[in-house]
């Protein structure tokens, strides 16, 4: 039974459409994350999201929104894609969004925009 | 904002042998995290520590607070542990985990 799970697994998608990837726990977590893995496989917050608050990195485009409809799911929003958003994104939760919560991870999903 | 470095960046080793990959970071910190990618792309999450040691099967992390330093050891490698091995650190809050670029580990049989 997965505990975090994306979709689509591979996304590919010419410049400037508008895309969405979507994530799911099973976990109960409080909190969602995106993280951005790019390709040097280094790791990125994006955003972290509680259901109260939503933090934002604040090197991330506004190209990027991510949208909860409920505690479960937090879904991530591009527009107007492009080149340089090719990564792969992962997705993870947390039982509380405090320091002490350990983080499951997605399976990723991997963004290639031609 | 913390930096997080790891080292060494790859380490290539025999089978059976013992494994350290160290992390520093530059500003104090709630917990530190040591997660596994394997090649496969999934990251799984192998520790999560303030203080102290911990130790999973042949997996051991200790960390310094005082020094900013974490180490994690593998005892007896395996070659299934080949894998890229990450250091995250977080400060508190729901801020997610600053990242370290990763160590890049290879047991070769």
């Known amino acids: 039974d997965t505990a975090v799970s994306q979709t689509p697994k591979y996304l590919v998608t010419q410049m400037g459409n508008d895309k969405s990837i979507k994530c799911e726990q099973n976990?109960?977590?409080?909190?969602m994350y995106w993280y951005k893995q790019d390709s040097k496989k280094f790791l990125k917050i994006m955003f972290s999201?509680?259901?109260?608050?939503?933090?934002i990195n604040e090197t991330v485009p506004n190209r990027f929104s991510p949208k909860s409809p409920d505690k479960a799911h937090l879904n991530l929003h591009i527009n107007s894609l492009e080149l340089g958003d090719s990564a792969v994104y992962f997705c993870?939760?947390?039982?509380?969004?405090?320091?002490?919560?350990?983080?499951?991870f997605g399976p990723g999903t991997r963004l290639t925009v031609t | 904002k913390n930096e997080v470095e790891q080292s060494p960046q790859n380490l290539t080793a025999q089978e059976g042998e013992f494994i350290t990959i160290n992390c520093s970071y530059s500003?104090?910190?709630?917990?530190l995290h040591w997660l596994q990618q394997h090649p496969g792309g999934g990251i799984v999450s192998l520790f999560m520590?303030?203080?102290g040691k911990k130790k999973h099967g042949r997996l051991i992390a200790t960390i310094n607070i005082q020094e900013k330093h974490s180490s994690l050891h593998i005892t007896a490698s395996h070659p299934r542990d080949s894998a890229v091995y990450i250091c995250?650190?977080?400060?508190?809050?729901?801020?997610?985990?600053?990242f370290g670029k990763g160590t890049h580990l290879i047991i070769q049989p």
């Open positions: 993870a939760s947390s039982q509380d969004g405090g320091a002490w919560w350990e983080q499951y």
């Open positions: 999201y509680n259901n109260k608050e939503l933090i």
């Open positions: 520590l303030s203080s």
């Open positions: 995250a650190v977080s400060g508190g809050g729901a801020d997610g985990l600053t």
């Open positions: 500003v104090g910190i709630s917990a």
């Open positions: 976990l109960g977590h409080d909190t």
